[in-house]
Every structure is written in structure tokens, then in C-alpha cells.
């Protein structure tokens, strides 16, 4: 296991509320990420952070912001969720074997938004 | 910029049967190649990866994938499919670095016929 912890699991909200799902790391690893995975659409990368502090957009940000405060902590919210913004979500780290990039997930959000 | 197709989003087979899934890339530089699978309701798991060693990649639960470059492909093979091996497969390829630069395909659903 890559040590990587993902809360809530599930969470079921209403349109225009806002949502906060978190990622835990114990790898101390420098690089995070924020997925969607929606059907037909493979995986998608919403935000990512090379540090803390220190983050970038990725292909499908709008909607979205990220905070990361902390080496182990990566934040995702959504500050008004929308009906399109259902999905399940995934964190990732890399940096765990060497320098060829590959991503290590967590189990995974699933949000629902009615 | 890279790019990932699979072709089939959903593959059968029989149990014990040959399993082929189909992966090509797209790569402005030597690439880093990637199957990860994924088992219902969990995260993605590394299969296993190409790193510009041996073209002939064994992974784990015996499946394993060739880098041809003439051709762009990294295919993934397994002699003998198990019941076990229904889920969903992503190629993926990277550059090497950290970031964005990691591309998921659209992944291909494997489902083993008793």
C-alpha cells in the first residue's frame, strides 16, 4: 500500500453546497493529484501539487480549487457543487519508485450531487 | 503532447482463454508506459510498468506487455484468463516527469466467461 487515505468515501449533497474531500499521504511525497473518473472518459486531472503551497491547474480545473498546507494533506472543494460535478474521485502521489512518474492511488470518493 | 488509445472499451473471454488488450501511444519523447487495473469500487492498482529496460514487461497475476516502438503499442497479454481478472485496465503513459504529463487511456472493461 502507498499510504494514501481518502475522506469521505461517499458523501451524497445537494446542488450549490459546497464540498471539501481530503487526501492523507504518509509517503512524504512531493507530488499530488486530484482525478475524476467518469464512464467513457477514463481519468481526468483536475488540480495538482508539486509542493506545498504550490499548486496547478490540470484538464478539467473549473469548478474546483485545492489547498495544500501541509506535506501530507491535499485538498479538493468544490465551492458550489453542481449535478455535472458528480463523479468518483481519486488522489494520487508519485515520486514513490524512482523518477519514472508513476501514479499511486487511493481508494477513492464517491459524490453524488442531487 | 501524449496521448493514449485502447482499442475496445469492452472485452470477453473465456476462462482459461487468451487475454489481449490493446494499447497505442502517442509520444513527442521516449515515453514511460503503464497498465494499471482496476477492480470494482476500488482504486487503480500499477500492473505493471515499461521504464525503457527490457521491452518485455512481466507484472503482477501473470500478465505481462511488449513495448514495440515501431508500431507505438504496449499490448497487455495473459496466456490464460482466471475469473478473477474481470475489471477494468488504463494504459497510461508519462514522460518521465512530474505534473500533468501523465495521460491515461479510456481503459478497456475485461470480463471472463465461465
Known amino acids: 500500500d502507498a499510504g494514501i487515505t481518502q475522506s469521505p468515501r461517499h458523501k451524497v449533497t445537494e446542488t450549490g453546497t459546497p464540498v471539501t474531500l481530503r487526501c492523507h499521504q504518509t509517503e512524504n511525497h512531493r507530488y499530488m493529484y486530484w482525478y475524476r473518473q467518469d464512464p467513457g472518459h477514463g481519468l481526468r486531472l483536475i488540480h495538482y501539487s508539486y509542493g506545498v503551497k504550490d499548486t496547478d491547474k490540470g484538464e478539467v480545473s473549473d469548478g474546483y480549487s485545492v489547498s495544500r498546507s501541509k506535506t501530507e494533506d491535499f485538498l479538493l472543494t468544490l465551492e458550489s457543487a453542481t449535478s455535472s460535478q458528480t463523479s468518483v474521485y481519486f488522489c494520487?502521489?508519485?515520486?514513490?519508485?524512482?523518477?519514472?512518474?508513476?501514479?499511486?492511488f487511493g481508494e477513492g470518493s464517491r459524490l453524488t450531487v442531487l | 503532447a501524449q496521448s493514449v488509445t485502447q482499442l475496445g472499451s469492452h472485452v470477453s473471454v473465456s476462462e482459461g482463454a487468451l487475454v489481449l488488450l490493446r494499447c497505442n501511444y502517442s509520444s513527442s519523447v521516449p515515453p514511460y508506459l503503464f497498465w494499471y487495473v482496476q477492480y470494482p469500487n476500488q482504486g487503480l492498482q500499477l500492473l505493471l510498468k515499461y521504464t525503457s529496460a527490457a521491452t518485455l514487461v512481466k507484472g503482477i497475476n501473470g500478465f505481462e506487455a511488449e513495448f514495440k516502438k515501431s508500431e507505438t503499442s504496449f499490448h497487455l497479454t495473459k496466456p490464460s484468463a482466471h475469473m478473477s481478472d474481470a475489471a477494468e485496465y488504463f494504459c497510461?503513459?508519462?514522460?518521465?516527469?512530474?505534473?500533468?504529463?501523465?495521460?491515461f487511456g479510456p481503459g478497456t472493461r475485461l470480463s471472463v466467461l465461465p
Open positions: 494520487a502521489i508519485s515520486g514513490v519508485e524512482g523518477n519514472t512518474g508513476e501514479l499511486f
Open positions: 497510461a503513459v508519462s514522460d518521465g516527469n512530474y505534473g500533468q504529463n501523465f495521460v
